[in-house]
């Protein structure tokens, strides 16, 4: 940062509570009125000429509709607050969701929890091999179905009419976009987690180029198509690179959705990329120019994924692609440090 004078353009410890369009320059170009708090200090406002949206979108809980979860008067809370299993010992403790997040959680409980449920829409869809020999291993480990209703005295009901009472409820259903500080006069709007209208999930066309969003679709390599979408959004605030006129990419935004209707998948999925590095090369490529992922990284990537779906209970504790590191350090003119003690002796 400091070799290039980044953090002269970085305020640390501010936040930014507006963000709305300004009255455009006189030649119609648009520009935005930011305001932002410091820590410590008085609310500002400055005006910009664009706005990059890069948030994140693991921030705001996504919560299920259960009946009586208004009433339910036990410990209930999103993945997103937990923090450690301790508080949870010797509970009685249902999981409502499980993808990682849920079944890493209910590995993790059960071995302090007196009881863990992990309750899924579907245990055919959901449930791994490698989750359904964990709950085979360990006696306090349930699969349950979805969850029908809670009652106000700590009972969980699932939709087969079996039943539990529990101390404790946490909810992995995943996260909500959110953007409650964006103001573009409703051009810009979050329905069933559809960003949209988006081209390419990064510009709305009318308000491109002025403002843009980084980081939002998911089930990606995150790293690598940020830094994609990064590019391609400095290439055009630049200069160096032109957009389709608002009318094309009006269009493809409503083509790619047609798409996803004709295909029968739900409007939550609209920015789901699905672990398809394929797709993901092509994205890169087509919006600027960006190298397709060398062959090496894709294969430790996916023996990576592999690893986590055979084993998502110790998958983080070992590594089984020490030959594929191997072959990219001799690809780059690097020599493992083995190899080389062995060409010196």
Not at 43 to 67: C, K, M, N, W
Request: hydrophobic residues 35%.
């Amino acid at each position: 940062c400091d070799a290039f004078g980044l953090m002269d353009a970085v305020r640390l410890n501010t936040t930014v509570t507006r963000v709305a369009m300004a009255p455009p320059r006189r030649d119609g170009s648009l520009r935005w009125a930011v305001r932002s708090k410091r820590h410590g200090e008085a609310e500002t406002e400055e005006v910009f000429d664009a706005v990059v949206v890069a948030i994140g979108h693991y921030s705001q809980p996504r919560l299920p509709t259960i009946d009586g979860m208004d009433r339910w008067r036990r410990k209930q809370l999103h993945s997103h607050s937990y923090r450690v299993p301790d508080s949870f010992a010797g509970e009685v403790v249902v999981i409502v969701g499980c993808s990682v997040s849920g079944a890493e959680l209910a590995l993790e409980l059960r071995r302090v929890a007196k009881e863990v449920h992990l309750s899924t829409k579907s245990t055919e869809e959901t449930i791994t091999s490698a989750m359904s020999k964990s709950v085979a291993r360990y006696e306090n480990l349930h699969l349950r179905p979805q969850v029908e209703h809670l009652r106000e005295d700590g009972t969980v009901v699932f939709d087969d009419g079996s039943f539990v009472v529990a101390d404790a409820v946490i909810y992995c259903t995943g996260y909500n976009y959110s953007f409650p500080f964006l103001d573009t006069n409703g051009k810009v709007t979050v329905d069933d987690n559809r960003v949209g209208p988006l081209y390419e999930h990064v510009f709305p066309p009318e308000l491109a180029p002025s403002l843009s969003f980084v980081g939002i679709p998911g089930k990606v390599v995150l790293p690598v198509f940020i830094e994609v979408q990064a590019r391609w959004v400095a290439q055009v605030l630049s200069g160096r690179r032109t957009l389709p006129s608002p009318e094309e990419m009006q269009r493809a935004v409503e083509e790619h959705t047609r798409g996803m209707e004709a295909a029968g998948l739900p409007k939550r999925w609209t920015h789901d990329m699905f672990l398809n590095l394929e797709r993901c090369d092509d994205y890169g490529e087509r919006i600027c120019g960006f190298p397709r992922m060398e062959q090496w990284k894709k294969e430790i990537f996916v023996s990576s994924l592999s690893d986590m779906v055979d084993d998502i209970e110790n998958f983080r504790d070992g590594y089984h692609d020490s030959d594929l590191v191997r072959d990219a350090l001799r690809r780059h003119g690097w020599t493992p440090a083995e190899e080389d003690d062995d060409a010196h002796k």
